[in-house]
């Protein structure tokens, strides 16, 4: 036991030490020729590498002080003060056989930035013509004209199309950044992962999912699919958690926007920003856009008294709610055959501005977890970790868990899993303490099963009982009845 604990120790130590200069260099490298592809534009290619380095982009940006073509200007003039002449970044190439410049002194010239959408060796290969859900396949081949014209229509039927064109320059930088909020990766979350809430899911299949599959079923003035929808209900019941289903299940672009995604502390910009969200929502139609805490964004809307009994809103602020209205529902803004979804999910229902509500045809209540949700639950989180919990625990921890919602009963089995985690964490500082300078190194190089370490101690009823009393619902019966309350008012399902 103190053997593998102290290799356990000994090997997390040398593997930071060895790969983190390694992995540091390779991941600014990433960052860099990631951040200049969005920047020209290039976001099919930006979306394929990011696809196949792991995840690694997804937890790194650029720094606001170096950029790609900075450091090849640097690295330029270090590189002329060392060896006396310049680099040579790129070369041209002959049938794919890499050809040796006749001077490297001189300047290249002729090398200029290849494009990869028109680059010859690219070509796009899809299995259905119609499914723009799959990645485009980078492979070598030795005809560049029949390649290219594959890559440009892989390019037409991918989901993330470039910006369109604008008349107004201003507008056109709005685009480009506003293009950034498409989400560029699957979240991965589908509709069998979410416990209960029948009602939200077939809304939200209603209005998105299947009017693409089946369009022929939704035509004529009744029959158009939903245009809007409201989720909401006290925190952590899995508001979010719908929307990241939804944008799994969907094929089209699907906007993720917060409040800092369309407010400008420039005069007029908001507004713009407003109205190059839903013109790029319909450019890339389907579409859906999901508003996250909406209450944030379109609260309700105060009136301009000048007694000052009561609170004037800034016209800034009117501004944008009045321009993301009448892009939701206004005079010729919408197209038959443009179909664009606005999803909002909200805590606070009540301060929503009475517009909105009737713009989001479908105002849904996603209530805390049943009995039979929250033991669904437990089992979930619990399938890959070791225990020895039989039914009829799992059936009395969910009924001792009757105000706990989706968050907190995941809160509370992360609890329970720690409990092994800490007795092992115990111990192991304990042997560090006790151990001496030989004992140390004798152990250093032996292997450790980590998997078996914690089938050593499983999660028990009494660890769930110790984790109950650290863990607190983060609601109350109270806060569940205000909402019930504004839905039978409001509610629409």
């Known amino acids: 036991m103190s053997a593998s604990l102290l290799a356990l120790k000994a090997s997390s130590r040398s593997r930071h030490l060895q790969e983190q200069a390694t992995s540091d260099l390779n991941r600014d490298c990433l960052v860099l020729i990631n951040s200049f592809l969005k920047e020209q534009g290039?976001?099919?290619?930006?979306?394929?590498?990011?696809?196949?380095?792991s995840n690694i982009l997804n937890y790194s940006e650029k720094c606001e002080n170096i950029d790609l073509p900075i450091v090849l200007s640097e690295y330029k003039l270090f590189y002329e003060m060392k060896h006396g002449k310049q680099?040579?970044?790129?070369r041209k190439t002959v049938d794919g056989k890499r050809r040796?410049?006749?001077n490297s002194t001189r300047p290249a010239k002729t090398a200029t930035a290849v494009n990869p959408r028109r680059q010859p060796l690219l070509s796009a290969r899809f299995d259905d013509p119609k499914d723009t859900t799959q990645i485009l396949e980078v492979t070598g081949n030795n005809e560049p004209e029949s390649n290219a014209k594959a890559v440009e229509k892989a390019v037409e039927n991918t989901i993330?199309?470039?910006v369109p064109k604008f008349d107004d320059p201003e507008l056109q930088a709005l685009a480009a950044s506003m293009q950034r909020e498409i989400l560029q990766e699957s979240p991965n979350v589908e509709w069998c992962d979410i416990v209960g809430l029948d009602d939200a899911k077939r809304i939200l299949k209603e209005a998105v999912v299947i009017p693409v599959k089946f369009p022929e079923l939704f035509t004529g003035p009744l029959l158009k699919p939903w245009r809007g929808a409201l989720l909401f209900g006290i925190?952590?019941?899995g508001k979010t958690l719908l929307a990241k289903a939804l944008a799994t299940e969907t094929r089209g672009a699907f906007f993720s926007i917060s409040s800092s995604s369309v407010t400008s502390k420039f005069r007029g910009d908001s507004e713009k920003l407003i109205r190059v969200l839903f013109e790029l929502a319909r450019y890339h139609a389907p579409t859906t856009i999901f508003f996250d805490e909406i209450d944030a964004i379109l609260g309700q809307r105060s009136g301009s008294s000048s007694s000052g009994a009561e609170r004037v809103e800034h016209e800034g602020s009117r501004r944008m709610k009045t321009e993301l209205l009448i892009e939701m529902d206004g005079l010729g803004k919408h197209d038959n055959d443009k179909h664009v979804f606005v999803l909002c999910a909200t805590n606070l229902p009540w301060d929503l501005d009475s517009a909105l509500l009737r713009r989001l045809e479908k105002r849904i209540l996603v209530p805390p977890p049943c009995d039979i949700a929250r033991k669904a639950m437990?089992?979930?989180h619990l399938s890959h970790y070791a225990h020895d919990l039989t039914v009829n625990d799992f059936e009395a921890i969910s009924m001792s868990t009757e105000f706990?919602?989706?968050?907190d009963i995941m809160l509370l089995c992360k609890e329970a899993a720690m409990m092994p985690v800490r007795i092992i964490l115990e111990k192991l500082e304990s042997m560090n303490a006790a151990e001496d300078g030989h004992n140390s190194g004798k152990h250093r190089h032996q292997v450790t099963n980590i998997q078996g370490l914690l089938k050593r101690y499983p999660i028990t009823m009494d660890v769930f009982s110790k984790s109950l009393d650290r863990t607190r619902p983060s609601t109350c019966a109270k806060d569940s009845l205000r909402y019930v309350e504004w839905e039978k008012k409001h509610g629409s399902t």
């Not at 680099?87 to 790129?90: G, K, L, N, R, T």
């Not at 706990?404 to 968050?407: E, I, N, Y």
């Open 87 to 90: 680099p040579v970044y790129s």
């Open 404 to 407: 706990f919602t989706g968050s």
């Open 160 to 162: 993330i199309k470039p």
């Open 378 to 380: 437990l089992e979930k």
């Open 100 to 102: 040796k410049p006749q």
């Open 42 to 53: 290039l976001y099919d290619v930006s979306s394929l590498l990011e696809s196949q380095t």
């Open 235 to 237: 925190p952590g019941t």
